[in-house]
């Protein structure tokens, strides 16, 4: 409580094993850790999906511990999805969702975005298009894993954004919401999302779904979408 410096490191999908070191009694949690000391000398951990470096600004009793509030300093987000903890057990969002898509005819699409720009690529008659994959009989996940390897590496997922049927075709459209701590791609290219408007899209519902993504970037205000490719309804679920 007396302490005039702090970090708060948010743990990523991949770091369960981090998050039960300093769960149980050791007499050196940091020993085979992978971390460094911040400008405020706070231990950051590698490969978190966040981190905030703090000075104490105040510390409230609480009983039978100390609630310490701080000034963030210095911050940085690495795009990679967080690891939730919930009544005795972990859970990856993500994970969790990508695994549970099924059926056939199932496209997977990812809005791979860094800051106010968009992983775009374009297509042989000069349309443009997010990258995508048909999922196949090794499921969804691997199916994100590919776009991944296709397009941003570095990539991952934080949760769905829309999920909709076109009723033309039959086949079922999911994208998820991704981000990427570089802006380089392997294969396609960042698009600032003030450009959208000089771009011509595949489809009106891909144009549609990226214009949301666009105001709600601004607002960093988040909602799923369900429905076909021309009508739905959209339910917000993340507000930063």
Partial sequence: ANTTHFAINILAEEQKDVSNTFARPSEDRFANLSWSKSACQNPLFDHVSAWFDCTTYQVVDAGDHAILIGKVEDFASTGFAGLGYYRGGYFTPAKLSAEVISGPK?????IIGHENTILLEETADHKWTIPHVMVDKDGADKALEKIFAQYQPDASANFIYSVYENVENQQQYISFLCNTPVAQATKGQFVDLNDLEKL???DSALESMLM???KENHLKTYGV?????TTG???QIVKE
């Fill in 233 to 235: 309804t959209v339910r």
């Fill in 225 to 229: 979408y369900y429905g076909n490719q």
């Fill in 212 to 214: 949301r993504y666009r």
């Fill in 200 to 202: 011509e899209f595949v």
């Fill in 106 to 110: 199932v496209v997977m699409s990812a």
